[in-house]
């Protein structure tokens, strides 16, 4: 479980690299990063559903991250994807990278080994 917390922290700071030596562009960066915010959040309510199943969070922590994610990731994110199909320039805001966090660092608090 460690493994997958450290992947998630992981995806939100680090924006994907890609196999060729060249610099990527600032356009290919910002998708990217976009698609990594995204993930990163399906990937810890995933966590936070596999959690709840293997009985390592309650109903209600579990909830708690369902919640974050349908009332504001979610609503940022789907923001977010239609300002990049409109305007080049706009991608993951710094808000939504930091609500995308706040949901890795929810489902991290309720999976600490020391309160099972």
Same mark, same amino acid.
């Given at each position: 479980?460690?493994?997958?917390?450290?992947?998630?922290?992981?995806?939100?700071?680090?924006?994907?690299?890609?196999?060729?030596? !060249? /610099?990527?562009?600032? @356009?290919? &960066?910002?998708?990217?990063?976009?698609?990594? #915010?995204?993930?990163?959040?399906?990937? +810890? $309510?995933?966590?936070?559903?596999?959690?709840?199943?293997?009985?390592?969070? !309650? /109903?209600?922590?579990? @909830?708690? &991250?369902?919640?974050?994610?349908?009332?504001? #990731?979610?609503?940022?994110?789907?923001? +977010? $994807?239609?300002?990049?199909?409109?305007?080049?320039?706009?991608?993951?805001?710094?808000?939504?990278?930091?609500?995308?966090?706040?949901?890795?660092?929810?489902?991290?608090?309720?999976?600490?080994?020391?309160?099972?």
């Amino acid at each position: 479980m460690r493994t997958i917390l450290a992947i998630l922290c992981l995806a939100l700071a680090v924006p994907m690299v890609p196999g060729c030596k !060249t /610099a990527p562009s600032e @356009r290919v &960066v910002a998708v990217q990063t976009l698609r990594a #915010v995204g993930s990163s959040a399906e990937a +810890a $309510v995933s966590l936070s559903a596999q959690l709840y199943r293997d009985g390592k969070i !309650t /109903a209600a922590q579990s @909830r708690a &991250v369902i919640d974050l994610y349908d009332q504001k #990731v979610q609503p940022a994110f789907r923001l +977010a $994807v239609t300002a990049a199909k409109s305007n080049l320039d706009s991608f993951a805001s710094p808000d939504l990278v930091n609500l995308a966090s706040q949901l890795t660092a929810l489902v991290s608090e309720y999976y600490n080994p020391t309160h099972r």
